[in-house]
């Protein structure tokens, strides 16, 4: 449901809805304070609130920190894996340009196979957090390779051996893409983050400030801070949506070579 709604949704439009959200939340927050609560009583009490605030602020800082440096270093991860996997697919069709024609050109016939099927099905399959049937079909066919494959010469063997290599490592790195397709972030941790940034605004609304304009853009300037780091984390926690996407470009790249030398 929240991949359906992201992927039909650019990143732009939704960190500055995030953003205005996050300040009129800030700005409620403090009016409901301010009309509700004595202000002379805070601000005799500010050293206390200001004391539990910091407290609770390391806590909350700790987690967004921890959620931030989680779905970075899987995003950076997934990327790198999606090089991986085009570039094991060029050399797995160079290795089938070089084995006799016989399992050459149904290897090569196979890796095209994939690269179209992960380029067309695929990657629009990812952005739902899905996988693809079709392209599942052209890693089993490919897999087939292995056990189907005579070798007639002790020279090819070595071919075979790199081949079934890289057809394994295909299988790793596309674990890896639909891994990352489902999000990292847990949703009782994105109760804790949420909840938490609800409750750090709030607990800023109640500090007795005898300005209340400043009270008013400090709180809403906190509000769409805290609002913009969890629209990162969100938009790193869905690589394949939005203005962030994990592209198929290295595969459609792979596509060009293998349509410019057959």
């Known amino acids: 449901m929240l991949h359906d709604f992201l992927n039909n949704l650019p990143n732009i439009p939704l960190a500055i809805a995030i953003l205005v959200l996050c300040a009129l939340l800030g700005l409620v927050c403090v009016w409901l304070a301010r009309r509700f609560l004595n202000v002379e009583m805070l601000r005799e009490h500010n050293d206390i609130i200001g004391y539990i605030y910091q407290m609770l602020g390391v806590v909350y800082a700790v987690m967004l920190a921890f959620a931030v440096f989680l779905v970075w270093e899987q995003y950076d991860a997934t990327s790198a894996a999606v090089e991986r996997e085009a570039n094991a697919l060029v050399s797995l069709y160079n290795i089938g340009r070089a084995l006799p024609q016989a399992a050459g050109a149904p290897l090569k016939s196979d890796v095209v196979n994939y690269a179209r099927a992960a380029v067309n099905d695929e990657w629009p399959q990812m952005a739902r957090a899905r996988a693809s049937d079709a392209t ?89 801070g805290l609002g913009f780091t969890l629209f990162i984390i969100l938009a790193l926690d869905t690589p394949y949506t939005g203005s962030f996407a994990i592209t198929a470009e290295p595969f459609e790249t792979a596509l060009e070579m293998f349509a410019a030398n057959p």
Not at 139 to 166: G, K, M, N, W
Not at 178 to 188: E, F, T, V, W
């Open 136 to 224: 599942a079909n052209a890693l089993l066919q490919l897999t087939r390779f292995e056990r189907d494959t005579q070798v007639p010469a002790a020279r090819d063997e070595i071919l075979y051996a790199q081949a079934v290599e890289h057809i394994e490592a295909l299988n790793a790195f596309r674990r890896l893409r639909l891994q990352a397709s489902r999000g990292q972030i847990p949703r009782p941790m994105w109760v804790l983050l949420l909840g938490g940034g609800l409750f750090m605004v709030g607990f800023t609304a109640i500090f007795g400030a005898k300005n209340a304009r400043l009270h008013y853009v400090l709180t809403a300037l906190l509000a769409m």
